[in-house]
């Protein structure tokens, strides 16, 4: 089964800061992964998916890149509307899998 | 637009089963791109998905390993719905249970609200 390993955990931010969230694969996902965004008390929302499109009606300041089985969500300028979890999800091979989930959170 | 909508009971007894409805409009569960899914989140914790199925008619079903015993995931395409029976549930099956859709090669688009479902005597 291929693993996920997301990081940092938490991470502390300002609105206007520019922020990067991990996730690593433990073999190769040949490009099949997906960002989600979740709001406390509500269902996940598909940011991105195969690791750099954007999700239609997703605000331009998210982005997502690959280094080899590296991948990274970046969102260029924090918006207040931004504070929520991110989850990556590799969807290659089943078992599908999640990562572990940042929490991005307010300084 | 689809839209997935679960229901069920909110309360199941330990060692009983667990069963869950998730309702389609605006899509076909028969549709040949789309896997339809199941995903859990205990209170407080991670996304883990539980299983898919395939909706090309095949009955291509996928689950997690560590559910695989005790979960089963079917159809119902008379009435644009798939289900979850999850068997001989305990206290840590307490979790929200969301359903999705899945495009083939374009991640879980459409969620359902989710629902909580606990375990308890």
């Known amino acids: 089964d291929i693993q996920m390993t997301q990081s940092p955990s938490t991470l502390t931010a300002s609105v206007g800061d520019r922020v990067t969230i991990t996730c690593r694969a433990s073999?190769?996902?040949?490009?099949?992964l997906a960002w989600y965004q979740q709001k406390p008390g509500k269902a996940p929302k598909l940011l991105i998916y195969?690791?750099?499109s954007l999700e239609s009606g997703v605000p331009s300041r998210f982005s997502g890149s690959e280094s080899g089985t590296e991948f990274t969500l970046t969102i260029s300028s924090l918006q207040p509307d931004d504070f929520a979890t991110y989850y990556c999800?590799?969807?290659?091979?089943?078992?599908?899998?999640f990562g572990q989930g940042t929490k991005v959170e307010i300084k | 637009q689809v839209q997935l909508q679960e229901s069920g009971p909110g309360l199941v007894k330990p060692s009983e089963t667990l069963s869950l409805t998730c309702t389609v409009s605006?899509?076909?569960?028969?549709?040949?791109?789309?896997?339809w899914s199941w995903i859990w989140q205990p209170p407080g914790k991670g996304l883990e998905w539980v299983g898919s199925?395939?909706?090309?008619?095949?009955?291509?079903?996928y689950y997690s390993p560590s559910l695989k015993s005790r979960v089963t995931i079917s159809a119902d395409a008379s009435k644009n719905q798939f289900s979850l029976k999850v068997t001989s549930v305990t206290a840590s099956d307490t979790a929200v249970y969301y359903c999705?859709?899945?495009?083939?090669?374009?991640?879980?688009?459409?969620w359902g609200q989710g629902t909580l479902v606990t375990v308890s005597s």
């Open positions: 999705a859709r899945h495009v083939y090669g374009h991640g879980l688009d459409s």
């Open positions: 999800q590799q969807y290659n091979s089943f078992p599908w899998m």
């Open positions: 199925f395939f909706g090309d008619g095949s009955g291509r079903t």
């Open positions: 073999q190769s996902i040949n490009n099949w």
């Open positions: 195969k690791v750099s």
């Open positions: 605006g899509g076909s569960v028969t549709s040949g791109d789309h896997y």
